[in-house]
């Protein structure tokens, strides 16, 4: 056996070298022959070699196969194929879209001069950067050729003379950007095009567009945002066209841009790309080298203005499936994006009625079944908002006509309910950038009287104002309950198409549920109720995604010169909107700032004021503990209610939320700086684990987590003190099940919820809250948090005896001091807020405490009044809506007469009283000039108020509103007010035996009976 297996190794052996060898002396001259320039010259040898093995193993060019190789750890890959006469296009297409889920940081596509074959190489994010091998730690003996290289590659641009010696401290920085790969293959021709085009386009979100004549050499180059000379290319009549970007999508984008150039019939013989990365985040530079029917593609042809508008738009568009459209209809991107949005508008808001029929794959599937409907429902859209269109409205109206009947025609309900939601959809726009020259996602102002029954139960208040928006790879929604609104923007990310599915499902019920419970919330403050939310698919880019939706947002509010919106956008709404925001979950202080200063290069009259919590110029809510201030102040009024002085006797709270949180943590703090030992929180837990120590846990160890930002799972154990005392972790089911149940079986004097899920306390546990005998675990909880309680938990919890305090009461001063924030953005320069900072911060979280003990107060006394008539949260609640109501009412009267704030010295008193004094006392002529008109009126209505409700109570302010006008009512009190404060001083100035009894029973209700007097109604 072994004699014939040896000679069949041999035989085997010499037939392998054999062939191979005979390939070889074919393929080797050939690849040298016929492979780009740049590739010979950047690839060694042994890379050379290893892809030669591989054409050759692989039988590559002789028998047409197809070879795909990858690095060990998969971050590198190369496909070399056979390339049908040198056009990349389809080949390349299926490539990229097997690597639609990676991040690709380089790209190397290459083809042969004779066009028999592609390789193509990619490298996967993460690649090791270049400045990493220039640290200061990095020693030579750890990365002796990577700091070689990256010193070579210093040399051999300043050797080229391509740039001048004062930018080579600037160029290293590039440098260090890129990944080492590009160091490898240092190119300073290439590399100084990509340094000065990237410095052409600065920070923006612009793309920069550059083309060259590459058969010509010497030829002038034409570019967007670069004045860059041209270079002799490889072999070919080229022409290279490169794209630059800041904050590219991390997926799709060379795909997209593939897609594009095979559209318009464009042939990719070679293609670069290359990313770099610095703290400030990505950059992308891609060059692609094309002819178009064997010719150039020249900078003056219709072909290349077509191109244009489509790269600057491939940023902001994911790849689709209703891309066939362009692929079989040659639509527009901008076209495929509207439909897009049009399908995401139809599936949010036909879930409700059969989710698995209205998918969003199923809706795609209808509308690319009925094309030639759906052009027609297109077409009427671009009729009403094509700012070019002669006789656009009798355009508008015929077409809307013919989309009707197409509709109404067809025969299939799902399908047809299909396109009625696509039709109602764009009936009710009021406002779109579809027809801006740049776009950076789709926006839509939309009438709320488009919502379908299902989403406006009877007797629901309709939104004042709805955005719609398509960014990439995800849509979102801005709602908010009044003309002057304030909400935060919200990035939801999903990791699986069935979790975007999930929650498209119920993203406007989300969004709407938020802003109503800001609107509840906001009853202090100018500003109503607002939220945002951005729902992004699997793919989906956080930072691409608000840059998309911000700026898209931007193009509906601002105003043009003399107009309320800006030229090029047709105008159904006829007034100008101001928009404030905040920042929720997945909002970076990155963005914050990103966001004002996009606002303010954007020409937004406030844009200080367009984003709130900003690092210098703003109230960071965790620094300055400003939601905890009112969490705490509810605490101890809550305390007192119960019997409890919390400065001369013992209490106990247990609180979700941990050391690390911004309520939970800033509570602590504050409790042991303002209670000392009197304060003993008995039970914390987190998302890492929880706590319990009966006896109280130690407050200085609390006190070192908050300081170092720990989990309560990192308490030492060493510093419990009571009998069975405790400390878990969230890494063992047990310690699971502690975490989970702590807030239910600890017993304390009053619960905080600071932190975790929505609905922790459902209808399905409630009960859970009690011990066996029957008793609440706490007498009282007071929501530091929004949502732990849902609704009907909260009654089961009442009708059992436990005080709840509604969150839109107990955690308001958050939102009350960003109001504040946004005003004081308005009234002061960046600078001048700094400067003032301190007192400025310190006289809003004095009137922080001063809201929240007048409302706590408030609340209480009506429990007591009513002896348990009605639950404390629904106290709460009505509070709201009776100082929402008023101030509505106010406001619209306010709006109507239309007069300055300033010239009414009632009015004028009110709005400076509501101020920090050191607004008052510094800028007293900016106060008039710089708040917009609408935003005193709103802050006018919404103080005065509050006012009288918390100094009245509950039940008489509205009703009173209702039998004479609001106005009238409101300008009476102010009177008395000054009348009895002005009575109130002179009685204490007096000498009485008796004062301080009159002085009490004129604070108690004279304002009330003078105010009615005044109104005739005594």
């Known amino acids: 056996m072994a004699e014939p297996r040896a000679k069949g190794v041999e035989e085997a052996l010499s037939l392998v070298k054999g062939g191979l060898g005979g390939i070889a002396d074919q393929v080797v001259p050939w690849f040298f022959a016929n492979m780009p320039d740049y590739y010979l010259r950047t690839h060694s040898v042994t890379e050379q070699v290893h892809h030669l093995q591989a054409i050759i193993s692989g039988r590559v060019v002789t028998d047409n196969h197809a070879v795909r190789l990858a690095s060990p750890d998969g971050r590198k890959i190369t496909y070399i194929s056979p390339s049908a006469g040198g056009d990349l296009r389809g080949d390349l297409q299926t490539i990229l879209a097997g690597l639609l889920g990676e991040h690709i940081e380089t790209a190397r596509i290459y083809t042969t001069a004779d066009g028999q074959l592609g390789l193509h190489e990619f490298l996967l994010a993460p690649q090791p950067r270049a400045g990493s091998l220039r640290t200061a730690d990095a020693s030579a003996a750890s990365h002796p050729a990577g700091i070689d290289q990256c010193s070579a590659a210093l040399e051999a641009m300043r050797a080229s003379g391509e740039l001048p010696e004062q930018d080579m401290d600037s160029f290293a920085a590039f440098l260090a950007s890129a990944n080492v790969e590009y160091v490898e293959k240092f190119d300073p021709v290439r590399a100084a095009r990509h340094f000065r085009l990237l410095r052409e386009i600065g920070g923006g979100d612009d793309t920069g567009l550059l083309i060259e004549q590459c058969a010509v050499p010497g030829a002038p180059a034409t570019s967007e945002g670069a004045n860059l000379s041209a270079e002799p290319c490889d072999v070919r009549r080229e022409t290279r066209i490169v794209v630059a970007m800041r904050h590219p999508p991390a997926t799709g984008l060379l795909l997209q841009i593939a897609r594009i150039m095979r559209r318009l019939d464009i042939v ?353 809510h965790k620094e300055y503990g400003v939601t905890s201030i009112g969490v705490m102040v509810f605490a101890e009024e809550m305390l007192r209610h119960l019997g409890i002085d919390p400065f001369t006797q013992p209490f106990t709270v247990k609180i979700t939320g941990g050391p690390k949180g911004d309520v939970a943590g800033n509570l602590m703090r ?117 949502l732990f309680v849902a609704p009907e938990a909260r009654k089961r919890l009442a009708e059992r005896g436990v005080l709840v305090v509604h969150g839109s009461s107990a955690n308001k001063t958050g939102v009350i001091c960003s109001s504040y924030e946004v005003l004081g953005g308005l009234v002061m320069t960046d600078e001048e807020f700094i400067a003032h900072k301190d007192r400025f911060v310190a006289e809003v979280q004095d009137i922080l405490r001063v809201r929240a003990r007048d409302e706590a107060r408030l609340l209480l006394a009506e429990i007591r009044r009513c002896d348990g008539c009605r639950a404390l949260h629904e106290i709460s609640v009505e509070v709201s809506l009776e100082m929402n109501a008023v101030a509505d009412a106010l406001y619209d009267a306010l709006v109507a007469r239309g007069e300055p704030v300033e010239a009414d010295p009632a009015l004028r008193q009110v709005l400076l009283g509501y101020l920090p004094p050191v607004l008052v006392e510094t800028f007293p002529e900016r106060i008039f000039e710089r708040i917009p008109l609408r935003h005193q009126y709103a802050l006018v209505a919404a103080h005065t108020a509050s006012r009288i409700v918390y100094a009245e109570g509950a039940g008489w302010l509205a009703p009173l509103a209702r039998q004479r006008d609001a106005e009238s009512v409101a300008r009476a009190w102010l009177r008395e007010d000054t009348r009895v404060r002005d009575l109130v001083a002179a009685v204490s100035r007096s000498g009485l035996p008796e004062a301080a009894a009159v002085v009490h029973l004129l604070e108690r209700g004279a304002r009330k009976r003078a105010t009615e007097e005044a109104l005739g109604l005594e």
Not at 574 to 584: A, H, L, T, V
Not at 590 to 598: F, L, T
Not at 685 to 695: K, M, Q, V
Not at 722 to 727: C, F, I, K, P, T
Request: with cysteine; net charge negative; hydrophobic share 45%.
């Open 268 to 620: 990719v013989h070679r293609a670069y790309a290359d990313t770099f990365a610095d703290a400030s985040g990505e950059t992308a530079v891609m060059s692609f080298y094309v002819s178009h029917k064997g010719d150039l593609i020249l900078d003056d042809s219709a072909l290349w203005q077509n191109l244009r508008k489509k790269l600057r738009l491939v940023k902001w568009f994911a790849p689709h499936e209703l891309e066939i459209l362009a692929d079989e209809e040659s639509w527009p991107i901008k076209r495929i994006m509207l439909l897009q949005a049009a399908c995401g508008f139809a599936h949010v808001f036909l879930a409700k009625d059969n989710q698995w029929a209205y998918s969003t794959q199923n809706v795609v599937r209808i509308v690319l079944s009925r094309r030639a409907e759906t052009a027609a429902l297109v077409d009427w859209f671009e009729a009403r908002f094509d700012p070019t269109l002669g006789e656009r409205e009798a355009a508008a109206r015929r077409l809307e006509a013919d989309a009707a009947d197409a509709v109404n025609a067809v025969a299939d309900e799902r399908e047809r309910a299909v396109l009625l939601m696509i039709q109602r959809f764009f009936r009710h726009v009021l406002r779109t950038n579809y027809f801006l020259e740049t776009i950076y996602g789709l926006s839509f102002r939309l009438d709320p009287e488009f919502l379908p029954p299902a989403y406006r139960p009877e007797g629901e208040e309709l939104p004042f104002g709805i955005f719609f928006f398509h960014a990439p790879g995800g849509l979102g929604f801005h709602i908010r309950y009044r003309d002057m609104a304030r909400g935060g923007v919200r990035v939801v990310p999903t990791r699986t198409q069935e979790q975007f599915e999930l929650e498209s499902n119920r993203l406007y019920d989300e969004v709407k549920g938020l802003a109503y419970a800001q609107q509840v919330k906001n009853k202090d403050i100018p500003e109503g109720g607002a939220k945002a939310v951005i729902l992004l698919g699997p793919l989906g880019d956080v930072g691409l995604a608000v840059a998309s939706v911000i700026n898209s947002l931007l193009d509906v509010v601002l105003p043009g010169q003399d107009t309320p919106a800006l030229p090029g956008v047709v105008d159904y709404l006829g007034r100008e909107e101001i928009i404030y925001c905040g920042p929720d979950e997945n909002i970076q202080p990155a963005h914050i700032a990103w966001m004002v200063e996009r606002a303010r290069q954007r020409g937004y009259r406030w844009p200080s004021a367009f984003m709130s919590s900003k690092a210098g110029a703003g109230i960071n």
């Open 670 to 786: 504050l409790m042991f700086e303002t209670y000392g030992a009197n304060a003993r929180v008995v039970a914390v837990s987190d998302g890492h684990g929880a706590a319990w120590d009966p006896s109280g846990l130690d407050p200085a160890e609390l006190l070192r987590l908050i300081d170092v930002q720990r989990s309560i799972s990192a308490f030492d154990p060493a510093r419990l003190r009571g009998e069975g005392a405790w400390v878990a972790t969230a890494d063992t089911p047990e310690g699971v099940r502690r975490r989970n149940t702590l807030h239910n079986t600890a017993h304390a004097d009053i619960f905080i919820p600071s932190g975790g899920r929505p609905d922790t306390i459902n209808t399905r546990n409630w009960h859970d809250f009690f011990d066996r005998g029957g008793v609440p675990t706490a007498r009282a909880i007071i929501e530091g948090a929004n």
